[in-house]
């Protein structure tokens, strides 16, 4: 082992659905900065401590697949309180 090394090597490991790539010299929050890849192919730098606390477990496609059948273009739009056409009676 490399001397001087912070001592965390999350090198090629699975967290969720990213998989840790490459170690980044930028540093989040005093933590090694991680690139990791999304198991749909998305990249993201992650902070080693979101990854060993299971902060992060994807890109956020795993949450998007299921809405994604629905919201076909919807970007960036929170509001998904659509009022329900009340049948008059
Ligand atoms: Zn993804």
Redo the contacts with the bound molecule.
């Keep these: 082992m490399p001397v001087g090394h912070p001592g965390i090597d999350l090198m090629c490991q699975k967290f969720g659905?990213w998989r840790v790539v490459q170690e980044l010299s930028t540093r989040i929050h005093g933590q090694i900065a991680w690139l990791c890849k999304?198991?749909?192919g998305?990249e993201r730098t992650i902070g080693s401590g979101n990854l060993r606390r299971g902060l992060t477990k994807?890109?956020?496609?795993y949450r998007c697949d299921a809405a994604r059948k629905q919201m076909t273009g919807v970007t960036g739009d929170r509001h998904q309180d659509i009022p329900m056409a009340r049948t008059p009676t």
Excluded: L, N
């Excluded at 994807?58 to 496609?61: A, H």
């Design positions: 659905r999304c198991d749909c998305e994807s890109c956020g496609c």
